[in-house]
């Protein structure tokens, strides 16, 4: 029994059927039976109700008509005779059969109602929102039937479709007339225009949006798409239809009624002059000849287009005389939920959720943000399971105007995520900036994480929704709530990647087709297997004493883990990843993983003094913004990388020392690390092992002026690099940069860069070079002088690099890290220079890698020494003997059993410098 209370006899079911040419047969029937109610369902069945067999997608009807008899059903309404002894009525399609009987069984309840139909591939929820939203302020009753649920008169209530079954539907309309409602807004899915489900439904007015790709699994084609959205205008008394769409011009030529096309060019409404910002949106509207001013908060062109067709139909219904109230209900509407709403927060970031999940509504909705952001745009989309296939590829073309895409899953239902985002990626234009995360709730704490002050981030496809579903669970899952709890909760790396790896996302960095199913995160890095951890991704380097294959089943099995290995190595795990060669593919990923952040990346290269201008450089950067710099001495082609996977987005500013010791690792670096702006301090005789001489050091050192850089800063006084344009510093009167009036007082070196005067907390005047290119950058990105000094002020994180310490009562200069001649000269003349009251002792060791000129520049070493004044010079090594020192021993350790290291006195200025193989840093604790 439903709310009209009625039986209904047989003989006005045959009729109905019989007047829309759907029946067939009838069977076993008789004039007196009489039914009390209908159902699809035969888990609903009662006694005395009818049950319609439908053929379904999935199940079929007819299958369960036992069931439904067994519950009490005594009139079965089929579409072949089903041997079952009972009254059976064969119809040529029971999904009409259902919607009329319906409206026996529901007393027709639609005719009771003003129903307004919204179809469209776009725009239906926001337009059937705002109409409620109107209609309600200006004091009607309504209901609102779509993707939302159902309300009446304001109370909300769950559905499972936009559209909702026959009998379910026409259950809700009942509760509407029930509750007094006279406008039903409703909108009309192409799936329940297709199943027939709102065949007997008349409608006062019915709405056409747009049309553009969506249910091509279901449709096959775009127009048979539009001819099932346009069979709502079969059974309406008017038409608002948007002709500025192809579709919407072609359904609007075929309709005989009363219509209105809405266009932004000509129409029955035109849009006329229009804007919008942050704050929401104004326009013109003709309206039969009525010029209308309206201002919404809704953003963006499309928005405009959908608050005029329910200001255009409001109209329609309320008449003219209601234009003024109407235009206040548009102006007093704050959001759609779901449909571009903004989350609210403190950081100063556009986040906004949207259920754009075509390619045309993801492509409107970022154009429009595009226009009102400030900075950087990045989005977050995927794309639902089980459905149209096609349009995958083009939602990421539709992602253009993003300048990060976060590609993550939607609602994969049956199918495998990894399969979805495959169809995603595949054909994809090598300049989009994508990365992969499966895990929708830590794709949106990525994004909002990589987010700075005034970037927009757009979390696209599931808006509105609460639930992700899932091989055909539905698992508790809101965007709003997640976007609100990654900007409450800022995530804890703890040591663990910033930016979390996909394997989907090795599969594509490495072109392998890996097994991959709901595998977690990567969040570790690692090329030692003393260090992995759980969800970890190991890379087998091979070096001279070791091989990392050696360990890859060991690492294997911890939990979570994957193995680069070489194209050679023999095993059975699925998750290996094989490679041509280890090293090259831990560099790929780290240029790969470092173009995800955006920051300014200076690199820096020279003979001597890298660390400790980057030192000064990093003191000076970080007093203004987050900087990330090179990790202790990861300045190879192995520690760069190593260096790069600790990125933090909150980073602005990352500086890298870049080491060679061959030629072509600078190239090498420069392709990994990708950087705006390129320092070389200096070109002197280091690594010449492999590098020669000096001539070779500066072609490999000039390597990275090759790169299309931002600024290039090279040393005035060394005229090899007159060839190239940039920014120069040095004492060179010709000096973009001049450094002047270099001196020391008490302890504090004071100098100019260009007649602005700065200082450093050390006597060390060589440093002054260091700390005078460190300015020049910092001035070059206009960083005012105070803050640069303030950074100046700061200690350096450096040991043994020209380190003062005060032991025993000794003064030793420690540097020992590493030498050079002229860091070894510089060393030199510093120490001969400090503290001069007192007696000065040195302890000088090899400086390696020289190469062929070794012995020589050793010998050379001598002609500096000469000018020294000193107690006594030791020397540690082998080739160091051509120093002529007082005393030489072959290793470090010989010379501290010697007793020798006790003889020096207590007011002695020592000083400790030679290369760090020599390991002279062992004298310093002995001391």
């Known amino acids: ?128 929102s705002i109409l409620e939203h109107i209609l309600t302020d200006n004091g009607k009753k309504v209901g609102l039937i779509g993707t939302l ?50 065949f007997a439904i008349h409608f006062h007015t019915a709405v056409f949006t747009n049309l553009t790709q969506d249910h091509l699994d279901f449709h096959l084609t775009l127009n048979e798409y539009a001819k099932t959205k346009f069979k709502l205008f079969e059974n309406a008394d008017r038409a ?13 030529n075929k309709c005989s009624f009363t219509k209105y096309g809405i266009s932004f060019k000509e129409g029955e409404i035109v849009i ?10 104004n326009f013109k509207l003709s309206f039969n000849d009525n010029e209308f001013q309206l201002k919404t908060n809704l953003i963006g062109k499309y928005n405009i287009f959908n608050t005029a067709t329910a200001f255009s139909v409001a109209l329609e219904l309320l008449g003219i005389s209601s234009s003024k109230q109407i235009s206040g209900s548009i102006n007093n509407l704050n959001c759609i939920p779901g449909r571009l709403q903004q989350v609210p927060n403190d950081n100063n970031i556009g986040v906004y959720i949207d259920y754009a999940h075509t390619p045309d509504a993801l492509e409107n909705v970022l154009a429009t943000l595009k226009k009102i952001k400030k900075k950087k745009m990045i989005c977050v989309f995927g794309a639902g399971g089980s459905r149209d296939k096609t349009k995958r590829p083009k939602m990421l073309k539709a992602a253009k105007y993003a300048d990060r895409i976060i590609i993550t899953n939607d609602n994969p239902r049956d199918e495998e995520p990894a399969e979805i985002i495959r169809d995603i990626i595949k054909d994809a234009e090598e300049n989009i900036p994508f990365w992969i995360i499966r895990d929708r709730k830590r794709a949106i704490q990525t994004a909002i994480n990589f987010a700075k002050e005034n970037d927009v981030v757009l979390i696209a496809g599931k808006g509105h929704e609460r639930y992700q579903e899932i091989k055909g669970k539905k698992f508790d899952f809101d965007d709003i709530k997640e976007a609100e709890n990654a900007l409450d909760h800022s995530f804890d790396y703890n040591n663990s990647l910033s930016l979390p790896l996909d394997p989907l996302q090795l599969e594509l960095i490495f072109q392998q087709n890996l097994m991959i199913n709901n595998d977690p995160l990567i969040e570790n890095i690692s090329t030692d297997s003393r260090s992995i951890k759980e969800n970890s991704l190991f890379f087998a380097l091979k070096g001279e004493n070791f091989d990392g294959h050696d360990y890859v089943e060991k690492i294997l099995k911890k939990k979570n883990c994957w193995a680069v290995v070489n194209m050679d190595y023999q095993s059975n795990s699925r998750n290996i990843i094989r490679v041509k060669n280890t090293l090259e593919a831990f560099a790929l990923l780290a240029k790969i993983y470092k173009n995800q952040f955006d920051l300014t990346t200076i690199a820096l290269t020279g003979s001597f003094g ?61 392709m990994i690390t990708n950087p705006d702006i390129g320092v070389i301090i200096s070109i002197g005789a280091s690594h010449l092992e492999f590098l020669n001489d000096e001539f070779g050091v500066f072609k490999e050192k000039t390597a990275l002026f090759q790169h299309d850089l931002k600024d290039k800063f090279f040393p005035a006084d060394d005229d090899r690099f007159k060839k190239f344009s940039g920014v120069s510093f040095g004492s060179s009167p010709h000096s973009d940069f001049r450094f002047t009036n270099i001196h020391t007082e008490n302890d504090i070196t004071k100098f100019k860069v260009n007649e602005i005067e700065f200082s450093i907390p050390t006597p060390f005047k060589d440093y002054s070079l260091n700390a005078g290119i460190a300015i020049a950058i910092a001035l070059k990105l206009q960083i005012g002088k105070n803050v640069i000094q303030t950074g100046l002020n700061k200690p350096l994180q450096i040991s043994q690099r020209m380190e003062i310490i005060k032991q025993n009562g000794k003064t030793l200069l420690v540097d020992c890290y590493n030498a050079n001649p002229d860091s070894m000269k510089a060393a030199l003349v510093f120490w001969n220079e400090y503290e001069v009251e007192k007696p000065h002792y040195a ?17 050379n070493m001598l002609i500096v020494l000469k000018e020294m004044d000193y107690k006594q010079l030791i020397s540690v090594g082998i080739v160091s003997r051509a120093f002529n020192a007082d005393a030489h021993f072959e290793d470090v350790d010989k010379f501290l059993s010697s007793g020798m290291l006790e003889k020096i006195p207590e007011n002695a200025v020592v000083l400790i410098k030679a290369s760090h193989g020599i390991k002279l840093e062992k004298i310093i604790g002995r001391i």
């Open 610 to 670: 890298k660390t400790t201008m980057k030192e000064y450089l990093y003191n000076i950067l970080s007093e203004i913004a987050p900087t990330h710099k090179t990790f202790g001495n990861e300045n190879n082609l192995i520690g760069v990388p190593k260096t790069i996977f600790r990125l933090d987005p909150r980073y602005k500013y990352s500086v890298l020392e870049l080491g060679t010791n061959q030629f072509g690792e600078i190239e090498k670096l420069v």
């Open 843 to 859: 302890i000088l060791g090899d400086m390696l890698e020289l190469g062929k000129l070794t012995k020589e520049l050793h010998k």
């Open 1 to 128: 029994m439903y709310s009209n209370g009625k039986m209904i006899p047989i003989a006005e079911i045959i009729t109905i059927l019989q007047k829309h040419e759907l029946l067939i047969e009838n069977i076993n029937t008789s004039s007196s039976n009489r039914y009390s109610g209908i159902q699809t369902d035969s888990r609903k069945i009662r006694e005395g109700h009818v049950f319609v067999c439908i053929f379904g997608f999935v199940v079929d009807g007819h299958d369960y008509a036992q069931k439904a008899v067994d519950s009490g059903a005594k009139l079965l309404i089929v579409e072949r005779e089903l041997k079952i002894d009972i009254p059976q009525i064969v119809v040529l399609n029971a999904r009409k059969a259902t919607a009329l009987l319906a409206t026996l069984f529901f007393d027709n309840p639609s005719k009771k109602l003003k129903i307004i139909g919204i179809t469209g591939t776009n725009g239906k929820t926001t337009i059937g």
């Open 240 to 252: 608002f239809i948007n002709i500025d769409d192809e579709h919407g011009e072609r359904l609007y």
């Open 272 to 281: 006329g002059e229009h804007d919008y910002s942050i704050s929401g949106s």
């Open 149 to 198: 649920g159902y309300s009446i008169n304001g109370v909300t209530h769950k559905s499972e479709r936009t559209t909702p079954d026959i009998i379910v539907l026409n259950t809700i309309f009942c509760k509407m007339i029930d509750e007094k409602v006279e406008f039903v807004i409703m909108e009309v899915s192409s799936h329940a225009l297709s199943l027939d489900r709102t």
